[in-house]
């Protein structure tokens, strides 16, 4: 069925290092992108998206790859702190012009070691 | 804040009981998610409602029901309520398209 997997489902880094999280998805109709960010007991922040017609993306520490060709996703955050400690999860939407479902991966989660 | 405005934050309620979860989107936004997150399922998508009509279903229980009302606020009904039912309920909303796709906090639900 449909579905969107990580490769690491626990990630540990150091304070200051930079983290690299995977992710690959099924759809190949699939137009857009999201990861979250989500922290104990609240719901899925927004982190950064990208569109299908692109292939990265940058925000304030953290990009986002996307290959198509291999239908595979990465988040890198660059010098990672400890308040980036949370659970990471992509999404995709595969009828982003209707809204539709975001379809989610299980989720990977980033440990940060002062 | 997200903008995603979602009650009550938690539930306890006893198996067989029915609750009603509520989600007011963030102004100006049409259409308002629901999905269900639970330890072994991760996030599923549940229903999609874009300006007051019913536009996507996903892994919807039939004893589970939703509605969007003119003022845009979504309910989430449910009922026959079993352990297995226990879990985060997440409302979401959107200007239409995917972009801008926005979580509230979600609801806790225990069922005991």
């Known amino acids: 069925g449909e579905s969107v997997g990580l490769h690491l489902p626990t990630l540990s880094v150091q304070e200051g290092d930079n983290s690299i999280i995977n992710c690959a998805y099924s759809n190949s109709a699939s137009d857009y992108f999201i990861w979250y960010k989500q922290e104990s007991g609240k719901g899925p922040q927004f982190i950064i998206d990208i569109r299908s017609n692109m292939d990265k993306r940058q925000g304030q520490r953290v990009t986002v790859l996307l290959n198509k060709t291999v239908k595979h996703l990465s988040l890198q955050i660059a010098a990672t702190q400890p308040g980036d400690s949370a659970v990471y999860f992509c999404?995709?939407?595969?009828?982003?012009?209707?809204?539709?479902?975001?379809?989610f991966g299980q989720g990977t989660e980033l440990s940060v070691k002062p | 804040d997200s903008g995603v405005t979602q009650t009550p934050k938690h539930l306890i309620t006893a198996t067989g009981q029915r609750v009603t979860l509520r989600c007011s989107p963030r102004s100006g936004d049409l259409s308002v998610y629901w999905y269900q997150q639970s330890l072994d399922q991760g996030l599923q998508f549940l229903i999609q409602y874009y300006n007051g009509e019913e536009r996507a279903k996903g892994n919807i229980l039939e004893r589970f029901s939703a509605q969007q009302f003119p003022d845009l606020h979504s309910e989430l009904n449910l009922s026959s309520l079993e352990l297995g039912d226990s879990a985060l309920y997440f409302c979401?909303?959107?200007?239409?398209?995917?972009?801008?796709?926005?979580f509230g906090s979600g609801t806790r639900l225990t069922v005991v």
């Open positions: 979401a909303s959107s200007g239409g398209t995917g972009y801008g796709y926005t």
């Open positions: 999404a995709e939407n595969p009828n982003y012009n209707q809204g539709g479902k975001l379809i």
